[in-house]
């Protein structure tokens, strides 16, 4: 589900991060069953982030996990930037 916009910053799919950005995960819009699996791997809503590599695969860096996505999962993930 997408997350609503907070009062003082945009919540933007992680597809349109830039290499390095860093924020915190909001929300996702991706089939329950990736969601679940991803959410299993640290993935999930208010985990911070680092984008390691931005294009495909999309490469996210939570904690000491790093996980690759495909496109059409980085634009259903929803997120803060910091």
Do not use: Y
């Amino acid at each position: 589900m997408p997350c609503p916009p907070p009062p003082d910053s945009a919540c933007i799919p992680l597809s349109d991060l830039a290499e390095g950005a860093e924020g915190v995960i909001a929300a996702t819009d991706i089939d329950q069953g990736d969601a679940m699996l991803l959410s299993a791997m640290g993935l999930r809503a208010s985990s911070p982030f680092r984008l390691s590599r931005a294009g495909e695969p999309c490469i996210v860096q939570i904690g000491g996990t790093r996980i690759g996505l495909a496109a059409r999962l980085a634009r259903g993930i929803h997120v803060h930037v910091s």
